[in-house]
C-alpha cells in the first residue's frame, strides 16, 4: 500500500497513486460474471435488463475500467478510501481516431467503401438477398435508410461522395 495517505475535511482518506508502477491482477469469475462485465463495457445490455442509460455511458469502455469503477466505488462507499487521482483506466480517452480524421480533414472512407454505402442506399443492392430470403422487405430498407442517413451525415461534415465510381471521397475545402 503506498506511503503517503491523507485525509480531507470529509474524513476521506485519499491515497497516492503513481502511474509508473502497473502491475497485473487476475480473476477467476464465472463466465456470467465476465459476459456481464464485457457487455457494461461495450453498452451492450440486453433490452430485458432495464438499465439507466445515462450511467451506462459513463462507464469506462474497457474490461478493465468497468472492474477499476466498481472497485474503487466499493472501496469509496464502504470504508471511504479513494485515490488522489483516477486510475488510467478510468480516465476518459482521448478523442477516437475516427475524431481525429475529421479534425485533421483525413479521409473517412476508400473509394471501395464509398462506392459500398452509395450502392448501399439503392434498393437493387439488396434484390438478390431479398430473393433468396436472406433478408426482409424491411430489412432492405431499413439497410437504405441507414446508408442514407450515414452519407447525409458525412456530407453535413463537408465530406463529398462523387457519384462517379473512380472518383475518391473528398473534403469540400480540398476542392479548390
Known amino acids: 500500500m503506498t506511503e503517503t495517505i491523507a485525509t480531507s ?3 476521506t482518506i485519499k491515497l497516492d497513486i503513481s ?5 497485473t491482477i487476475l480473476l477467476n469469475v464465472e463466465g456470467e460474471v465476465k459476459e456481464l462485465i464485457a457487455q457494461l463495457a461495450q453498452r451492450s445490455i440486453p433490452d430485458a435488463i432495464n438499465i439507466d442509460e445515462d450511467k451506462l455511458s459513463a462507464l469506462p469502455s474497457s474490461m478493465t475500467g468497468v472492474m ?5 466505488k466499493g472501496v ?6 479513494e485515490f488522489k487521482e483516477q486510475p488510467v483506466s ?3 480517452r482521448n478523442t477516437s481516431n475516427y475524431d481525429k480524421k475529421v479534425a485533421g480533414k483525413k479521409r473517412l472512407l476508400t ?3 464509398k462506392n459500398e454505402l452509395l450502392a448501399k442506399m439503392q434498393m437493387s443492392y439488396y434484390e438478390a438477398d431479398i430473393a433468396k430470403g436472406t433478408i426482409s422487405m424491411d430489412d432492405a430498407i431499413s439497410s437504405i435508410k441507414s446508408a442514407f442517413e450515414k452519407k447525409q451525415e458525412l456530407e453535413e461534415m463537408g465530406y463529398i461522395l462523387p457519384a462517379k465510381k473512380t472518383e475518391s471521397p473528398y473534403w469540400l475545402e480540398d476542392q479548390n
Request: glycine letters at 4%; one cysteine or more; hydrophobic letters at 25%.
Open 9 to 11: 475535511n470529509a474524513g
Open 19 to 23: 502511474t509508473d508502477s502497473k502491475t
Open 76 to 81: 469509496k462507499d464502504d470504508f471511504n478510501i
Open 68 to 72: 477499476v469503477h466498481y472497485l474503487c
Open 111 to 113: 473509394k471501395e467503401q
Open 90 to 92: 478510468l480516465k476518459p
